[in-house]
């Protein structure tokens, strides 16, 4: 008689009479299962402004990519921007993260933000691991911008990768 892990890996006990083979068959695609996680990617390559102090969507509209949360309800998410601005103040780069079922789970700060100052074109990112989510559900994530003061911030190049986690 089989048994089961808590994450649903069949395993066989002592007294299994089975070939051995189908024993692995069965391990292999419990395990595959459980190893398929998606990814997903977006790009804009065109530059955008914002004159906003608080975290808004840049010119153009929301900018953003969906993943499906893996078994694990574990995501990486990475965001990437060339930004500057028009004066010597800051251009400012966060994200946000909105689940299907969940709602928000990560919300746009500045203690997670990409930061410039200047009119100096710079190329940062920035990583986070989101953990806890819903398995399942659809996980938007959108770059939020914003700057400090009375200013215009351009961002020429935007990325936002996510992947799931086993």
């Not at 977006?42 to 530059?47: G, I, K, N, P, Q």
Request: charge should be negative; include cysteine; aromatic fraction near 6%.
């Amino acid at each position: 008689m089989t048994q089961q892990t808590a994450k649903g890996i069949t395993y066989p006990e002592s007294t299994d009479h089975t070939r051995m083979w189908e024993h692995f068959e069965t391990l292999a695609d419990d395990v595959n299962d459980l190893l398929t996680v998606g990814d997903n990617e977006a790009e804009d390559t065109s530059s955008r402004t914002t004159t906003s102090t608080s975290y808004t969507d840049a010119s153009g509209g929301a900018f953003s990519t969906t993943i499906t949360v893996p078994p694990s309800g574990r995501v990486m998410v990475a965001v990437r921007s060339t930004q500057r601005n028009s004066t010597t103040l800051n251009t400012i780069t966060s994200w946000q993260a909105v689940g299907s079922t969940s709602g928000t789970v990560y919300s746009a700060n500045d203690g997670a933000a990409i930061i410039v100052k200047g009119t100096d074109n710079v190329s940062l990112q920035l990583t986070k691991r989101l953990t806890g989510l819903s398995p399942g559900e659809t996980l938007t994530v959108t770059t939020k911008h914003r700057v400090n003061a009375a200013s215009t911030a351009t961002f020429d190049y935007r990325c936002i990768d996510v992947w799931g986690l086993v």
